[in-house]
C-alpha cells in the first residue's frame, strides 16, 4: 500500500542553532488537558475514527487519542474545515500535518504504553506530538524550522499539552532526555540516525519512513532486542510504502 503522508516540497531555510523553548521540564505525567477545542467537532472525530478503524487499525487507546486530541487546533484556517478528511494538510513553509491514517499507524505500530518517554522527530503543527503526549508518561519533539516549532508551541500550550519542545536538527536526537521507548520520526532521512538508534531503551520502537527524497520510502520499525549497536541489537520490520518530506539537514543524507 504506498501512502502520501507529507506531499514532497523542497526544504526551506536552515535554522540558526539548537535552543530549547522548553515547554514542561521532564517530572510526573501531566494533568488531562483541557480546552475549549476539545468540546468541538467531536462528530467529525468520530466519524474519522469509525473510517482509521475501518482501514485496520486496532489500538482502542490509539484510537481513543485520535478520538480526543482537536485536529482542527493544529491546522491554517485556511484547512481548518478540512480538519477531519483522511488527508494530509499544508501547515506553512512546505510542509504538513500527515494524514491521520498515517498518524494512527505509526502510533500503533510503536504501541506507546503510560509508563513510557517518547521522542518525535518532525514536530510540524504539533498534532502527532499531542496523540503521543495523551498515550505516554513523558514526550519530547524537535522541529528544523524554527516558525514551525513557534506555531507548534503555541498549539500545544492552548490546549494544555506539556511536551518538551527543542528547535534544531533532530539527527542528533535528545541525548540529555534518554533513552526512549519509543521514538517516532515524520520525515524521511535516507538511512536511519544512528543517534536515534543509540537512544532507544532496551525495549524500545522507532518508527522511521526511510529512503530517497525522490522515490517512494519504506516505513520501517526498529526494536532494541539488547544493548550495543550490532546487528544483533535491533530487530527491524518494513511496514508501508509511504512518501514523507525530506529529512532536513546534512544527517538525513
Ligand atoms: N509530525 C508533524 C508533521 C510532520 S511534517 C505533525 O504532526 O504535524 C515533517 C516535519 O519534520 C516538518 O515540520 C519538518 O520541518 C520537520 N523536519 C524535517 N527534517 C527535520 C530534522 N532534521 N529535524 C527535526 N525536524 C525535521
Redesign the pocket.
Known sequence: MLLSA?PRREP?PTPGTTHEPTVAPPGRAPPAPTSAAFGERRAEREALVRDLAGQGVKDERVLAALRRVPRHA?VPVSVKGMAYADQPLP?G?G????QPFI?AFMTEAVAPRPTDKCL??????????AILAELCQRTWS????PE?ADQ?KKNLVALGYQVALRT????VGWPEAQPFDVIVV??A?EKVPQPLLDQLAPGGRLVIPVGPRTEVQGLERWTRKQPGQGADAFSRDRLLDVR??????D??R
Open positions: 507529507c526551506s493544529f501547515i513553509m510542509q504538513t500535518i500527515s498518524v518525535e522527530i518532525g514536530t510540524g503543527s504539533g498534532y502527532q506530538a524537535i522541529e528544523y524550522l514551525l507548534a534544531g536538527d533532530g539527527y515524520t520525515a532521512p514523507f518530506v525530506p529529512f532536513l539537514g544527517g538525513g
